[in-house]
C-alpha cells in the first residue's frame, strides 16, 4: 500500500464512536483498561532498564563542557544571565550547578533519564484520543526509539525539552476545553520550562501556535474573539520568550566544532528517526524517503478527517526546522538539533499504525510488519551504541597511566575539546601521578610522551604511526571508540623511544 492509498484510506475519529472503533474487537472496559494499561506498564519499565543502561559510561564533551559552564559563576541566577553559550542548557546547567558530577555518577543525567521516562507516559496519553492502539504503538515507538534513548540518558536538555512539549500541548488543549485560568497558568509554566531546557522547543511552539489558531478560529466565531483567546494562550509564553532572547540568547558564543554537510544530517535524522543507518547510503536515502512519505500521508488523513493537528505535526516537524535550514548555526546542524521533530514524528506514526491495523488483514500485516521493521533498527542501533558509548575517556586515561613510568605524564592533544575532556577525567589518577596536557596542536610537540588525536566517524581508521615537529614517531598504541551519535573516538599514540620498535619504555 502507497502513501497517497493509506492517506485515502484513512479517517479521523471526531469522536470514540467513530465508525472506526465498530471495527475494534468488543470487550468489557474493565477487561480493556487492564490489558492495555498493563502492555503500557510494561513498555514503560523495559523502557527506563534501556535507559537506565544507555546512561551508564563516561560523560562525554558536551556534557563536560555544560559542567565547567556552571562553574564558572556564584549563584545559579547567573546562568540565566551571564553565560550566554549554546551549551548551557539552563535547566540543566542548575541541577549541576547545585549536585555537581564526578564523570561516573549517575546523578547528573537523572533529570533527562526521568523526563526521558515520562515522555513515554505522555505520548501514550497522546495518542489515547485515537484509541488504544495508537495509545500502544506511541508508547513502543518512543520507548524503543535509539534517538530518544541516546538523548535521554545524557546530561543536556533534549529530553527535558520533549517532556515538556508534550505536556504542554496536553495542557493547552485542556485550556481550550475549560477556560480555566490554571489550565492557562500550567500551559505558561510548561512553556517556560521548555525554553530553559533548550531551544529547540522553539520547533514545538510554532506548531502550538499553528493548532491553537485554526482550533481557536473555529471556536471563537468573530475575529476579535480569536484575537482575545489567542492572547490568553500565548501572551505570556511570547513576552517571556522575547524577555529570555535579550536576556540570555542574545550574543550567544557557539562552542566550535566539525560542520557537518546539512543534507547529510538531515538524511541521518530522518532514518534514525524510524530505526534507520546512520551512516550515508542507498538504504539509508530510500530509508528517509519512505519515512517522509510515512509522515505526509498520516497528516493528509488528518486534514481530511477535519482534526486541526495536521497543522501541529506539519509545522513541527516539518516546517519550523526549514528556520535551521535558512539559519543555519555556525557549528552547523546536528541530529540532536531534532530531538523534538523526531518525537512528534513518532506519534504522527503511531497514529499511522493504529489506521494501518483497522484496515483488514493487509493492513494489520503492514503495521505489525512496519513495528517489528522500526523496532529490529533501533536494536541493531543499540548494540552499536553498547560498543563504546559516547566514548571511553577514562579507559583512555587509565592505560595512559599504566603504561607509563614517570611521575609527570606530558600528553600532547589534537584539539582543544580533547583537552577539555582529558584534563577532567585527569582528576581520577593516583595522587602520586599528574597528568600534564599540552596546548592543542596539529602535531606533538617534542616533550610529548603521548599523543591524542579524536574523531566523529568510528568508520574512519586512524594512521598507524605520525611525526612529531621534529620527526620522531608516535606509533598507534590504542583506539578507544565511541557509538557515533554523541562523543569522539580517541586515537592514543605513544612516542617510540630510541633503541625501541613498540615505544615501551
Known sequence: MVPSQISTSMQTPAQPSSPHDAARPTVS???AITVWHVAIAFVI????????????GDLWLDEIWSYGLANLVDSPWKIFTQIRHDNNHHLMSVWIYHLGIDGRSLVARAPS???GIGTILLAAQFARRWGQREMLAAAVLTANSYVMINYSSEARGYALAGFFAIAAFLVLERSLDTRHKSHFALFWLLVVLGFL????FLHFYCGALAWSALRSRRESGTWRKWIALMARCHAVPVAFLIAFYFSSVQGMEIGGGDRPSTIVVILKAMSLAVGG?????TDQLLIAFLATGGGIAAI?????GKSELWALFLTTIYLSPLFLLIEQPRSGLFVRYFYINILFYLLLISYLLGRLSLAGSPGTFACLALTASI????????????DGRRGEYLAAVRYIVDHSTEPEVEVGVDHARTRLVLHFYSGSMAANRTLKASEAAPAPSPQDEWYITHQENPAQQPAPEIQDTQGETFELAQVFRHSGLSGFDWALYHRVLPGTTDGTK
Do not use: C, D, K
Request: hydrophobic residues 55%; charged residues 15%; glycine residues 2%.
Open 375 to 386: 523496532m529490529a533498527g533501533n536494536v541493531s542501533r543499540l548494540r552499536e551504541f553498547s
Open 29 to 31: 472496559l474493565a477487561s
Open 277 to 281: 543507518t546512520p551512516r550515508p547510503s
Open 300 to 304: 493528509v488523513s488528518l486534514f481530511r
Open 45 to 56: 519499565v523495559m523502557a527506563a532498564v534501556i535507559r537506565l543502561w544507555a546512561a551508564i
Open 197 to 200: 531546557s533548550h531551544l529547540t
Open 113 to 115: 533519564l526521568v523526563a
